[in-house]
């Protein structure tokens, strides 16, 4: 997903209209902003959804049952909605606004994917569901003041070796790559093995936040959990030079006396 992806979540309980119909006019109020405005997927778990549930009742039936069908329905601000689901939604489709509606982990990481994404607007069941989604990307929660970013990786020395990983490896492919996947091993060995310890959740979100993919992020908070608990992955001690330990200490000390 695009860095510059204005993303947004939208809570219960702002209005006695609903979720849906505020994600509604927050999209419509940024496509009134674009000289043309931006076609609209609604992205739901399956489309029994659209029968019976308050996507069903705030769009209506007329609505429902055309994108039950497949159909494009037209939105006063000139733009179209149309359906997708877990099934259809295919990752790395292209996509200017989503509309993401009760999602799940799997829905999140397929709308992290996206390309071309300008709009995010998330509408979850209950916060704590999407609350990994909310701290990587800080996104806009309706209601309430948007604060600075959460720093996600405390230990200094640990954020310079995953800048370092990230310009390392081909981030198109996250750590698909054998070479690029022992290289991510080996350095998490590195940091474990002198003391400069993470933690995995944290790493993931760092990950997504700095342009890896959703697989790739993943895939690292797997690895660095496998070498926190000292289980068979396999490094190549060959990846890093000598002496990278104290590089990155050294960068990681600069960068803080920069800042200071």
């Keep these: 997903m695009q860095q510059d992806t204005k993303r947004f979540v939208v809570p219960r309980g702002l209005t006695d209209k ?26 739901i778990s399956t489309k029994d959804q659209l029968n019976g549930t308050i996507i069903d009742a705030t769009l209506g ?48 990481k397929a709308l992290d994917s996206v390309r071309n994404l300008k709009v995010a607007v998330v509408v979850p069941w209950h916060m704590e569901e999407v609350s990994e989604w909310i701290r990587a990307w800080n996104p806009i929660i309706l209601g309430k003041e948007h604060g600075e970013a959460e720093c996600l990786i405390a230990n200094p020395v640990v954020e310079e070796a ?36 993470f933690d995995p959740a944290s790493l993931r979100a760092w990950a997504l936040r700095h342009g890896w993919p959703p697989h790739g992020a993943e895939d690292l908070e797997s690895y660095a959990q496998a070498v926190l608990q000292r289980k068979p992955v396999q490094g190549n001690k060959h990846a890093w030079r000598s002496g990278i330990i104290e590089t990155l200490r050294q960068r990681a000390s600069e960068k803080s006396e920069d800042d200071s």
């Excluded at 099934?87 to 982990?105: H, I």
């Excluded at 198109?172 to 400069?196: F, M, V, W």
């Design 18 to 43: 609903g979720q849906i119909w505020e994600a509604l006019q927050l999209i419509a109020s940024i496509n009134v902003q674009n000289d043309k405005p931006s076609d609209v997927i609604l992205f």
């Design 61 to 108: 039936e007329r609505v429902c049952k055309a994108l039950k069908k497949g159909e494009r329905v037209s939105l006063s601000d000139g733009s179209f909605l149309t359906c997708e689901t877990k099934r259809t939604f295919k990752r790395y489709m292209s996509a200017k606004v989503v509309l993401c509606v009760f999602p799940d982990k799997d829905m999140l």
């Design 162 to 197: 995953m800048a370092m990983l990230t310009r390392h490896i081909n981030l198109s492919t996250g750590l698909i790559n054998p070479s690029d996947r022992r290289s991510a091993i080996e350095l998490l060995k590195i940091l474990r093995d002198h003391g400069e310890l």
